[in-house]
């Protein structure tokens, strides 16, 4: 059974910062990318920032560069995702979803993964 476990979500101030943890099982670790994702109240679901476990490769949505970074460690099947001066409108249930290396980037931009975790919520006071 595939398992992706988020965690590390919770209040923060604006102009904080969390890092959120996702473990990965039940999959080959090094052959699926990664992605974040988040959404809001009413709100579209955003993809945030992808990461190949391949060649670590990274991209990232546009509300969230130069604040948010994403990382792997392959030898605990984990994929983080720091996130820096947090603004209340960063505010969102954040998933984390794992895609087949191949076609990684094209599903995460479609946000069409093959594997979704749970979410775990973030929340930034202003």
């Known amino acids: 059974e595939v398992q992706l476990q988020a965690s590390g979500g919770g209040l923060v101030q604006t102009g904080g910062s969390l890092r959120l943890s996702c473990a990965a099982s039940?999959?080959?670790?090094?052959?699926?990318?990664f992605g974040w994702f988040r959404q809001a109240p009413g709100k579209k679901r955003e993809g945030v920032a992808w990461?190949?476990?391949?060649?670590?490769?990274?991209h990232y949505g546009d509300s969230v560069k130069g604040r948010f970074t994403v990382s792997t460690d392959n030898a605990k099947n984990s994929v983080y995702l720091q996130m820096d001066n947090l603004q209340p409108e960063d505010t969102a249930v954040y998933y984390c979803?794992?895609?087949?290396?191949?076609?990684?980037?094209?599903?995460?931009?479609?946000?069409?993964?093959?594997?979704w975790g749970k979410g775990t919520l973030v929340t930034v006071s202003s």
């Open positions: 979803a794992a895609a087949t290396s191949a076609w990684g980037i094209e599903m995460f931009l479609l946000g069409s993964m093959n594997y």
């Open positions: 039940g999959i080959s670790f090094g052959t699926y990318s």
């Open positions: 990461i190949s476990t391949t060649d670590s490769g990274t």
